[in-house]
């Protein structure tokens, strides 16, 4: 019992890895996608920390749909059976996941000097 105990807990920090790295770099590329839109934000007078903001909320937004589309295939499958409060921690911590993944690429998108591309362009 307490192996297998082990093995979900290696599992889930695995998954949990990977799934940082991918909502990351989903981020990131469309941090990069978008320079131009962002500069053009940047040179109206949106500052580097509403930048920041804005990558952040959506990288919530997409963890949240996301979190919603996954409980709802998990219930018409009835492959779980938990009470509302585990669910509501599962929320929680895919929360604060999706908002360490995105905390670097926001980083990197709020700090980039946009009035080159918009130069270059």
Known sequence: MIKTRYKLIVFALISLGISLIIIGTSIYISAFERTKEIGVL??????RKDVFLIFNAETLIVGFVSDVIGFCIICVLGIFKLPATSWMVIVIISMVVHLMAGFIPSIIAAKKDYFLELKNS
């Open 42 to 47: 940047r040179s109206i007078g949106v500052s």
